[in-house]
């Protein structure tokens, strides 16, 4: 009661459409009037899409007015991290759509030197292209987030184990088996990260990644007291 929740699917580097849904979101707040409103973000800022610096850019500088910005990791920050810290994750980070954030930086891969070990060479102009600001941004991701009977999170939980105990790892990167349990959480879980052509609600869990990135809408889940509906642009 008195919380109003928007909860915003993997958005991959497409500013434009994160801007057209947050216009529509606070339209569509300022007609409730709950007093206190919640904007959770479920990860994949960056990756794939043109404009993954940009998406941090906005997120940071034009927060949605009036509202808690809750910010949760996704495993394409976490491949971002990891990068950071070993230049030898560069080839997985890579096949999964790096070079489109590394671009998006100003980072140029044309340009590594033939006698340059590509990965460091890399690595060093990424972080010479990184502002403090975003690497405290990445670093202060959440793995979770709880308001009331729902737990958001990335990509969901491993069913069989409390939501206490969760692994890290399964928190950002796990599909199945939970994408097809049955299992009562004791929480509705609410997650991104397996894209889907319309948003997936179950009785356990609701699915809003809707493939922004791939030509699909971006979607927002909102909850207020005991409803959820959709907003999607």
Same mark, same amino acid.
């Given at each position: 009661? =008195? $919380? ?7 958005? /991959? ?7 057209? %849904?947050?216009? #529509? ?10 007093? +206190? ?18 998406? &941090? ?12 910005? #809750? /910010?949760?990791? =996704?495993? +394409?920050?976490?491949?971002? @991290? ?5 230049? $030898? ?7 999964? =759509? ?7 930086? =100003?980072?140029?891969? @044309? ?31 959440? %793995? /979770? ?7 958001? &999170? /990335? ?15 399964? @928190? ?17 879980? #609410? ?8 948003? #997936? ?17 971006? $979607? ?14």
């Amino acid at each position: 009661m =008195g $919380t109003r929740v928007y909860a915003i699917g993997d958005i /991959h580097g497409r500013r434009d459409m994160l801007e057209e %849904l947050h216009a #529509v979101i606070i339209e569509d707040a300022r007609r409730s009037s709950t007093p +206190h409103k919640v904007a959770v973000y479920l990860g994949d800022y960056v990756d794939r899409g043109p404009e993954s610096r940009e998406v &941090v850019d906005y997120l940071i500088e034009e927060p949605l007015p009036g509202f808690t910005s #809750v /910010h949760l990791m =996704g495993n +394409h920050e976490a491949f971002l @991290l990891q990068f950071l810290d070993d230049s $030898t994750t560069l080839r997985s980070w890579m096949m999964n =759509g790096g070079d489109a954030t590394l671009a998006s930086y =100003g980072v140029d891969l @044309l340009e590594v030197p033939d006698n340059a070990d590509r990965g460091q060479w890399l690595r060093e102009a990424f972080l010479a292209s990184l502002s403090q600001e975003h690497r405290e941004f990445y670093c202060a991701l959440q %793995l /979770h987030h709880v308001e009331g009977d729902y737990f958001f &999170v /990335h990509a969901g939980i491993r069913p069989g184990v409390p939501i206490v105990d969760q692994d890290p790892f399964d @928190l950002i990167w796990i599909r199945e088996p939970f994408l097809s349990s049955a299992e009562d959480f004791g929480k509705i879980v #609410v997650h991104g990260h397996t894209p889907v052509s319309r948003p #997936v609600r179950q009785f356990n869990k609701i699915g809003i990644d809707t493939g922004a990135v791939y030509g699909g809408p971006l $979607t927002a889940l909102i909850l207020d007291d005991r409803s959820q509906s959709f907003l999607q642009v």
